[in-house]
């Protein structure tokens, strides 16, 4: 009789090996090579990339990440590996971490779990709102991984938990936490990593699925959507992305009498260059400079005990 010996493997984005224009070259090539990223046809693709964004980009994008390194490493593995650690901690399985893009990558991941000898591997991607951009992205590379292998195990497939009550009380513990701390925001802000507007158009859910947290979140807050605002930010190239644009708002509220805002990212499970750097710093620049007088950023849940309970009650919800 075939033995079930489950095994999860925890996926995020990926990271450079370091803040350095060769490791963000590297990192961003193989990030903007994946057709789920940017699908412009490979014959018009590559020598723009190679030509134009990967010489231009690499040592400004590694100047950032120099900015919020941390002593560990990249933010986005440090936290990443802490969520492993304590998840490992909670469950009767083996974890193992793997990134689609850098390292530790999925091969290797998956390696050290069909080494331990599991039957059955269970993908936690760490995207709480389904994209094809991301989520998709980790099924191809799973696939990819397999198909050099004889022997598969069963896979279940986490595909998101936007609205799973654990994440939302998750999210919600933070959020008072930094009421508590700076006071009661004229606005909370949540931004999300945005997609291009033509992803959704073609079937990508992932707007209603940001929509779906930001309503359970306002509801579990007894707020309304005079307090909340949900914006998507980190857009990239030319074609329109989702709206209304972080960027843009940051320097409009303050006209509309907004002074102060407190902004989190719930799209993001750990805390890297796009929540440290270009919210926590480039939008409260923003902010401030257009006339704002309070901004604080609420952090990703990270390694944050209720994270980690819901990230282990999805794992066991799969048994």
Same mark, same amino acid.
């Given at each position: 009789?075939?033995?079930?010996?489950?095994?999860?493997?925890?996926?995020?984005?990926?990271?450079?090996?370091?803040?350095?224009?060769?490791?963000?070259?590297?990192?961003?090539?193989?990030?903007?090579?994946?057709?789920?990223?940017?699908?412009?046809?490979?014959?018009?693709?590559?020598?723009?990339?190679?030509?134009?964004?990967?010489?231009?980009?690499?040592?400004?994008?590694?100047?950032?990440?120099?900015?919020?390194?941390? !002593? %560990? &490493?990249?933010?986005?593995?440090?936290?990443?590996?802490?969520? *492993? $650690? #304590? +998840?490992? @901690?909670? /469950?009767?399985?083996?974890?193992?971490?793997?990134?689609?893009?850098?390292?530790?990558?999925?091969?290797?991941?998956?390696?050290?779990?069909?080494?331990?000898?599991?039957?059955?591997?269970?993908?936690?991607?760490?995207?709480?709102?389904?994209?094809?951009?991301?989520?998709?992205?980790?099924?191809?590379?799973?696939?990819?991984?397999?198909?050099?292998?004889?022997?598969?195990?069963?896979?279940?497939?986490?595909?998101?938990?936007?609205?799973?009550?654990?994440?939302?009380?998750?999210?919600?513990?933070?959020?008072?936490?930094?009421?508590?701390?700076?006071?009661?925001?004229?606005?909370?802000?949540?931004?999300?990593?945005?997609?291009?507007?033509?992803?959704? !158009? %073609? &079937?990508?859910?992932?707007?209603?699925?940001?929509?779906?947290? *930001? $309503? #359970? +979140?306002? @509801?579990? /807050?007894?707020?309304?959507?005079?307090?909340?605002?949900?914006?998507?930010?980190?857009?990239?190239?030319?074609?329109?992305?989702?709206?209304?644009?972080?960027?843009?708002?940051?320097?409009?509220?303050?006209?509309?009498?907004?002074?102060?805002?407190?902004?989190?990212?719930?799209?993001?499970?750990?805390?890297?260059?796009?929540?440290?750097?270009?919210?926590?710093?480039?939008?409260?620049?923003?902010?401030?400079?257009?006339?704002?007088?309070?901004?604080?950023?609420?952090?990703?849940?990270?390694?944050?005990?209720?994270?980690?309970?819901?990230?282990?009650?999805?794992?066991?919800?799969?048994?």
């Amino acid at each position: 009789m075939r033995q079930d010996k489950p095994g999860v493997l925890l996926v995020n984005l990926g990271t450079p090996d370091a803040p350095t224009t060769p490791a963000v070259k590297r990192y961003l090539k193989q990030f903007l090579s994946d057709s789920r990223v940017v699908d412009t046809p490979r014959w018009l693709w590559w020598p723009i990339l190679n030509g134009a964004i990967l010489p231009v980009r690499s040592p400004r994008v590694a100047k950032l990440y120099a900015s919020v390194w941390m !002593d %560990e &490493g990249s933010p986005l593995l440090v936290y990443s590996q802490r969520q *492993r $650690d #304590a +998840l490992a @901690a909670r /469950l009767t399985m083996p974890v193992e971490l793997g990134m689609s893009y850098g390292n530790p990558g999925l091969k290797t991941a998956i390696d050290k779990l069909m080494a331990q000898g599991i039957t059955r591997l269970i993908v936690l991607p760490l995207y709480p709102q389904f994209s094809c951009s991301t989520v998709a992205a980790v099924w191809d590379g799973i696939t990819q991984v397999f198909a050099g292998y004889r022997c598969l195990p069963s896979v279940q497939f986490i595909r998101d938990y936007a609205e799973h009550p654990m994440y939302i009380a998750a999210l919600k513990a933070s959020v008072e936490r930094s009421f508590a701390k700076h006071g009661t925001p004229d606005l909370l802000v949540m931004s999300f990593h945005g997609i291009p507007q033509r992803f959704a !158009d %073609e &079937g990508d859910d992932y707007p209603q699925r940001c929509h779906d947290t *930001r $309503d #359970a +979140l306002m @509801a579990a /807050l007894g707020l309304t959507s005079q307090n909340v605002m949900l914006t998507f930010q980190s857009r990239f190239g030319r074609e329109p992305w989702l709206t209304p644009y972080t960027d843009e708002t940051m320097r409009s509220l303050p006209a509309k009498g907004i002074k102060h805002v407190q902004i989190m990212s719930p799209g993001f499970s750990a805390d890297c260059l796009e929540t440290l750097e270009e919210i926590s710093e480039q939008n409260r620049e923003f902010f401030l400079r257009a006339g704002g007088t309070r901004f604080a950023y609420i952090p990703a849940l990270n390694d944050d005990e209720l994270h980690i309970e819901m990230m282990a009650d999805l794992v066991n919800s799969q048994n």
